[in-house]
């Protein structure tokens, strides 16, 4: 059995008094495994992936991280934050809220710079980045002035460049034409293919079957409500109803 890449024990979210995200959540992620995290509108499923990423700790509940405990005392480490950053990998929702340099290349690089390596080495990073995603001829451009499925690609190419082992999307075909769905749909399988860890944000459920092993779908009640193979949560109707993924 590969090792567990996060276990979440009984953690719940509230983003202030009266106000929960997510409730009583029991979750495991192993390495190498592709997992769809399903749920309505405001169910928690980026509250969930900001757990995982490490930009917000649970109000109660437990969270580890390569077995080790993500506590909001850990994260305060800049040692521990600067390695579990290298590792994990999170594109956001909304691609803008990602970008702020002044060119697609100076965007890849910034995360390589970071990590300290040297010049021709991130040249080489972003080089190589950009191709993988097919944007070599967006690098001198804007971030800002780009498309909205071009800017998703260059948040893309900007958490790839670290080379993470584990990556988290949040919603990442929203916005995208039926080419760059597919597409990326084909891409993250490509990614899991590579030996990376996914967990994929989205009530896309067309792309679901096509990308993860497993789903998980939280509830409107921000509690799970079903976790298994993708085919059978898929199969499950009432349960897609019930979690307002489906139409009745
Ligand atoms: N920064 C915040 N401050 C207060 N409440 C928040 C904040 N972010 C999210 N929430 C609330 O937490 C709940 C879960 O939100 P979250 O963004 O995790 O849902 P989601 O499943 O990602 O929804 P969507 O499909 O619309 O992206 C919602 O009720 C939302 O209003
Ligand atoms: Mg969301």
């Not at 409730?23 to 509250?47: M, P, R």
């Not at 949040?170 to 399988?189: I, K, Q, Y």
């Amino acid at each position: 059995m590969p090792a567990d890449i996060f276990n979440l024990d009984k953690v719940s979210f509230d983003y202030g008094p009266g106000a929960p995200a997510l409730d009583g959540v029991d979750l495991t992620v192993a390495g190498g495994e592709s997992v769809a995290l399903l749920g309505a509108n405001a169910s928690g499923k980026t509250t969930l992936l900001r757990l995982l990423a490490g930009l917000a700790s649970p109000t109660k509940g437990a969270i580890t991280a390569f077995g080790v405990p993500l506590t909001a005392e850990a994260l305060r480490d800049r040692g521990f934050t600067a390695s579990f950053r290298r590792r994990v990998g999170f594109v956001f929702q909304n691609a803008e809220a990602q970008l702020f340099s002044p060119s697609v290349a100076a965007e890849v690089a910034f995360g390589p710079l970071q990590l300290g390596l040297d010049e021709s080495a991130v040249a080489e990073r972003v080089r190589d980045t950009l191709a993988l995603l097919g944007i070599e001829h967006l690098a001198e451009r804007a971030p800002f002035h780009l498309s909205g499925g071009e800017k998703r690609k260059v948040a893309i190419g900007s958490v790839l460049s670290l080379a993470p082992d584990i990556l988290l999307f949040d919603e990442p075909t929203t916005g995208l034409d039926p080419r760059s769905r597919a597409w990326l749909v084909r891409f993250l399988r490509a990614l899991r293919e590579a030996g990376k860890t996914l967990v994929t944000a989205t009530h896309d459920l067309d792309i679901v079957g096509r990308l993860a092993d497993r789903a998980v779908v939280l509830g409107e009640d921000h509690r799970v409500w079903s976790d298994g193979p993708v085919g059978a949560v898929l199969a499950d109707h009432p349960l897609l109803v019930g979690a307002n993924l489906a139409e009745p």
